[in-house]
């Protein structure tokens, strides 16, 4: 069990790129989660895969958001045309069924100059 | 959707004390589970403890579901304590999180 991991760690970008992180999750959890977590705050949930199936997207994630998790293993979410506003720390975690304990990587902090 | 209150907002503790931590929400849930947020950002799980109570070290935890609520217990506290404590509960498959509480553990 090596855990979640999320990379990169940190990244500064300029208004108005595109970024995109990845999350492994733990091996053989087959269910996958995103949150965002801005300063001051908890995680809010974004979105939820079991396996390869996106299953829900929270109204938090606008069109310029998307995740994917293509063979049902590590998965990607990307910013297209970033704007201040989503400037947080981004959460993935996993587990092996919905019943289980969720498990957090140690996220990607996002900061847009 | 499902509404977590914590309290205190912040919690000031001298090395060796022991405090209480409480957690609140609005309605029936699956699960809880307590984390620890270290000053690096790290999201440290504590306990799933969706009822009953259990203990790891210095830090107990117990959750009284039918009457929506649970409290984390910390004894004889260490500056490795400090950070934020969340709840976070679950309905169906997603965590709601409360807005944690931050705890100084002074030397």
């Known amino acids: 069990d090596t855990g979640v991991s999320q990379n990169p760690r940190h990244k500064i970008t300029k208004r108005g790129q595109n970024v995109t992180f990845r999350c492994d999750p733990i091996s053989e959890h087959n269910r996958l989660y995103w949150y965002r977590q801005t300063l001051g705050q908890g995680p809010e949930f974004l979105t939820y895969?079991?396996?390869?199936?996106?299953?829900?997207k929270s109204r938090l994630l606008s069109d310029r958001f998307s995740a994917e998790r293509p063979k049902g293993s590590f998965s990607t979410l990307e910013i297209q045309r970033t704007e201040q506003g989503d400037s947080a720390m981004y959460l993935c975690a996993s587990s092996p069924g919905t019943v289980q304990p969720q498990h957090f990587g140690d996220g990607t902090r996002l900061s847009i100059l | 959707g499902i509404q977590v209150e914590q309290s205190p907002p912040d919690l000031i503790l001298q090395e060796g004390a022991n405090s209480t931590l409480r957690c609140n929400f609005s309605d029936s849930v699956n699960n809880l589970q307590w984390f620890h947020q270290n000053p690096w950002g790290q999201l440290i799980n504590l306990f799933y403890i969706p009822s009953g109570t259990k203990q790891n070290g210095r830090l107990s935890a117990t959750t009284v579901a039918t009457e929506r609520y649970s409290l984390l217990y910390i004894s004889s506290s260490q500056t490795t304590d400090s950070g934020v404590y969340f709840c976070a509960v679950r309905v169906d498959y997603k965590l709601s999180f409360g807005a944690g509480t931050t705890v100084t553990v002074r030397a």
């Open positions: 895969f079991q396996n390869e199936a996106q299953l829900e």
